[in-house]
């Protein structure tokens, strides 16, 4: 890929509310102007950005905490709107225990043993 900066990773693309995120994406070149209309001449709909990664790359080029934290919301999020699943049931456990470590969960076994006071 030649990245030569992590900044490299992202890019922008234009986005309205409720709007639903199709799986092609129409990256923003940031070497033109951007305008504030949006292309939609007098619609009075303001200019609306979102930051996206644009590469996925494994974990070891990763190097900034502040890119490792971008990758991570983008993948939550994708999670949580169904653009992104696991494989299979092994897959989303290993995916959710992990979701669970970046957001500062701790695994307690006591909180799996429920008391049963049957009798």
Not at 44 to 61: C, D, E, N, S, T
Not at 72 to 93: F, I, K, V
Not at 97 to 110: H, I, M, P, T, W
Request: hydrophobic share 40%; net charge neutral.
């Amino acid at each position: 890929m030649n990245i030569i900066c992590e900044m490299e990773y992202f890019g922008l693309e234009h986005w309205t509310p409720n709007q639903k995120e199709s799986q092609t994406r129409q990256w923003i070149n940031l070497r033109n102007r951007l305008s504030g209309d949006s292309g939609s001449s007098g619609s009075g709909i303001q200019l609306m950005l979102a930051l996206r990664v644009k590469f996925w790359v494994p974990v070891h080029f990763i190097l900034q905490e502040s890119v490792r934290n971008l990758f991570y919301m983008q993948a939550r999020r994708d999670l949580l709107e169904g653009r992104l699943t696991a494989p299979d049931w092994s897959g989303a456990a290993k995916l959710a225990a992990l979701l669970c470590q970046a957001d500062g969960l701790r695994f307690n076994e006591s909180s799996l043993k429920a008391d049963c006071s049957c009798g």
